[in-house]
């Protein structure tokens, strides 16, 4: 703390804001690139609106593929149900019928 204050009071400069806050947008930048930093962040917003647009388009595909794998085992089912049906009527009038 000690230092910090003498440090200040020597060197003026790096007190200043305009200074620190042209350092802190520097190191903040994620290219690396000491250029403006909206410019970088406009592009990954960019980059992921395209990205989530993508995994929108995937996902309904991938939704409609199921849906018509849902439907075709839905008539696979009704047809094998009435094979049942069929099986069952079959069983039936072989069964003698008990008269209680």
Avoid: C
């Avoid at 042209?22 to 917003?45: E, F, H, I, K, Y």
């Avoid at 980059?47 to 595909?61: L, M």
Wanted: net charge positive; hydrophobic share 30%.
């Amino acid at each position: 703390m000690y230092r910090l204050v003498l440090r200040r009071s020597f060197v003026p400069h790096l007190s200043q804001r305009k200074i620190l806050g042209v350092r802190s947008m520097a190191s903040d930048n994620s290219d690396g690139d000491s250029t403006d930093p909206t410019l970088s962040n406009a592009s990954s917003a960019r980059e992921g609106s395209i990205a989530r647009r993508g995994k929108a388009k995937e996902n309904q595909f991938i939704h409609e593929i199921e849906v018509e794998q849902l439907r075709k085992l839905k008539e696979q089912l009704k047809s094998h149900r009435e094979d049942l049906d069929k099986l069952e009527s079959q069983v039936d009038s072989k069964l003698p019928k008990d008269d209680k």
